[in-house]
């Protein structure tokens, strides 16, 4: 165990050092994040290179990432509980392959210790010592569904994540920015939003 041990401490380093740039953007919020297409290709030839092999399964409750040594066979495992999605317009498979997506993506960070922008974070007010310019004055009715959206995200135990909204927004309108919606297409996001979280 000791070897394998090695290893995935050898791994995290060599992740770091890749510099892998994170292609997913959270518009609404402000920050980026690391997709599955990121992490993958480097973390297959770190995996390859020092002789190590990540094996992701899933039951109803539990998502399991081991980290097998493929000389001694002996394994590290990692679990994350499972979640539930219920994307608007997709049936039970797709809303099964999205949660087992997102899931296998946070194993991943949990293994090789891949830190980001912390998603609830991103979406609370700055400090107030903090000087930036003022936002232009929005029409009441859009700060209503601004506000709803803030008060969704906060009450949402972690369960709405800039990334969800992200992809929410992208699947909905074709845009990942919230600034491109109009009022009514920000009225179906907020909708949507408290639906997946029912």
Do not use: W
């Given at each position: 165990m000791e070897k394998l041990t090695k290893k995935l401490a050898k791994a995290r380093v060599m992740f770091q050092q890749a510099n892998?740039?994170?292609?997913?953007k959270n518009s609404f919020a402000e920050y980026k994040y690391y997709e599955l297409s990121d992490i993958l290709p480097v973390?297959?030839?770190?995996n390859e290179e020092l002789g190590i092999l990540t094996i992701i399964s899933f039951t109803a409750d539990l998502a399991t990432c081991d980290v097998v040594d493929s000389e001694s066979g002996d394994k590290i495992t990692f679990t994350s509980p499972m979640?539930?999605?219920?994307?608007?317009?997709?049936?039970?498979?797709?809303?099964l392959g999205a949660v087992q997506t997102y899931i296998k993506r946070y194993l991943y960070q949990n293994v090789y210790e891949i830190t980001e922008s912390d998603?609830?974070?991103a979406t609370q007010g700055k400090p107030e010592t903090e000087t930036?310019?003022?936002p232009?004055?929005?029409p009441k009715e859009e700060n209503d569904y601004k506000a709803q959206l803030k008060e969704l995200i906060d009450n949402s135990k972690g369960k709405?994540?800039?990334?969800m909204i992200a992809e929410t927004m992208e699947r909905k309108f074709s845009k990942r920015k919230a600034n491109e919606l109009n009022l009514e297409q920000f009225k179906a996001l907020v909708k949507d939003l408290q639906e997946q979280v029912r």
């Open positions: 892998v740039k994170m292609s997913g973390t297959n030839k770190i979640s539930t999605a219920q994307l608007k317009g997709c049936h039970d498979v797709q809303n998603a609830l974070n930036k310019p003022k232009k004055p929005e709405i994540t800039g990334t």
